[in-house]
């Protein structure tokens, strides 16, 4: 059975770094890996969607990174702003019936 | 606009009652998901349907019930049987299994 980690399960930054989020995964027979964005009270909002054959998947200033035989993914973010403080969630599927796990999440806050 | 919409937003139930959630998407997804999330946690999932009048068990279907007879809907049921339903549920679709998950803004429901 997967299960996804994500640590830590917060962090504050100030304004203006780059910072990388964690997650790691116990079964590497994954097809993708997803990050998603959640604030406060709200749906999940899709970010990356990283293939098995793929190793990084960019978006403007997010960049994730997969390591499927170490079982890690990371989330680059570069110049934080304010406007990323948000829980950010990964998942990966479990086995074949192609269910998505997710992970507890890591609350961002960036600091002005 | 293309979407996914839920409702209520928020809703309050009597211990002993019956409650449908309701999702609705316009994406033309095949794939169709409800979560379930409690603070501080990950997404949990309840049912999922792969194609009209097809549905399955996720890792928390007890005491819920789900019914597809249209591609653009997925209205989940939350029973007297479900022991602690207050949670926030979440609905998602995706084009398919394998594929990016849409999310709508979920449903707050509070047992009294």
């Known amino acids: 059975k997967q299960e996804v980690t994500q640590i830590p399960a917060a962090l504050s930054v100030p304004e203006g770094e780059n910072l990388v989020l964690n997650c790691s995964f116990t079964?590497?027979?994954?097809?993708?890996l997803q990050w998603f964005r959640q604030d406060p009270g709200k749906g999940l909002t899709s970010l990356l969607l990283?293939?098995?054959?793929?190793r990084e998947q960019t978006s403007g200033r997010l960049n994730a990174s997969l390591d499927k035989s170490s079982g890690r993914s990371t989330l680059y973010i570069a110049a934080s702003q304010p406007g990323d403080s948000a829980t950010y969630l990964c998942?990966?599927?479990?086995?074949?019936?192609?269910?998505?796990?997710f992970g507890s999440g890591t609350q961002l806050t960036v600091l002005p | 606009d293309g979407g996914i919409t839920q409702s209520p937003k928020y809703l309050f139930r009597k211990e002993g009652q019956n409650v449908t959630l309701s999702c609705e998407q316009n994406?033309?997804?095949?794939?169709m998901y409800w979560y379930r999330q409690d603070p501080g946690q990950g997404l949990r999932l309840i049912y999922y349907?792969?194609?009209?009048?097809?549905?399955q068990k996720g890792d928390i279907a007890e005491g819920y019930s789900v019914s597809r007879e249209k591609k653009e809907s997925f209205p989940l049921t939350v029973t007297s049987a479900q022991k602690n339903p207050t949670a926030f549920y979440l609905c998602?679709?995706?084009?398919?299994?394998?594929?990016?998950?849409?999310f709508g803004p979920g449903t707050r429901l509070t047992v009294l």
């Open positions: 998602a679709s995706s084009m398919g299994a394998a594929d990016t998950q849409y």
């Open positions: 079964d590497s027979a994954i097809y993708n």
């Open positions: 990283i293939q098995s054959s793929q």
């Open positions: 998942a990966a599927p479990a086995d074949s019936a192609r269910q998505l796990t």
């Open positions: 994406l033309n997804h095949d794939a």
């Open positions: 349907s792969q194609i009209v009048n097809d549905f």
